[in-house]
């Protein structure tokens, strides 16, 4: 098992910066390095959705085109954590953001296999 835990959530104004993380952690939390991670989003009354992806390596990586050139995913597999730099925020990006691990990189939720519990952000205009 992998546990995953979002954080750096909260309220942001538009065009500002804000940067979510997600720890790995657990029994199988080695293979954190060869899992693709992924952040996906869901704003009340809509179906959760693909924001960014990276593979185990972090040479690949893939973004909505909503937040394209704006939102930035990286990892550090020393530290067990993936990241989403979020510059040029827009209240159209409130939502929860979710956390995901798979065993290959994937747009697609049901790609995934681990999830964490989410992390509220609001951007204010």
């Known amino acids: 098992q992998v546990q995953l835990v979002e954080s750096g959530g909260g309220l942001v104004q538009a065009g500002d910066s804000l940067r979510l993380s997600c720890a790995a952690s657990?029994?199988?939390?080695?293979?954190?390095?060869?899992?693709?991670m992924a952040w996906f989003r869901q704003a009340p009354g809509k179906e959760r959705e693909f924001v960014a992806a990276?593979?185990?390596?972090?040479?690949?990586?893939y973004y909505a085109d909503s937040v394209k050139g704006r939102f930035t995913i990286s990892r550090d597999n020393v530290k067990n954590t993936v990241y989403l730099q979020m510059n040029s925020p827009k209240p159209e990006d409130t939502a929860v953001y979710y956390c995901?691990?798979?065993?290959?990189?994937?747009?697609?939720?049901?790609?995934?296999?681990?999830w964490g519990q989410g992390t509220q952000v609001t951007v204010s205009s």
């Open positions: 990276i593979n185990w390596s972090g040479a690949n990586t």
């Open positions: 995901a691990a798979g065993p290959q990189l994937s747009l697609n939720s049901m790609g995934y296999n681990y």
């Open positions: 657990g029994r199988s939390f080695s293979t954190f390095s060869w899992s693709a």
